[in-house]
């Protein structure tokens, strides 16, 4: 059961947005995951 540990904090997460229902939350994620992928390729592209 390793795999119900992350699910249940992803759940967590996932209420905890919801409750704070503010566009300004979700827009932050958004820019915290396109920051992530896009630091990631640039680091993974680099010679």
């Known amino acids: 059961m390793t795999g119900a540990l ?3 904090i992803l759940l967590r997460r996932a209420l905890r ?3 704070i229902g ?3 939350s979700i ?3 958004g820019i915290i995951l396109v920051g992530y992928i896009f630091n990631t390729v640039l680091l993974g592209e680099t010679p």
């Open 17 to 19: 947005m919801r409750r």
């Open 22 to 24: 503010h566009p300004v």
């Open 6 to 8: 992350p699910e249940h």
């Open 27 to 29: 827009v932050a994620t």
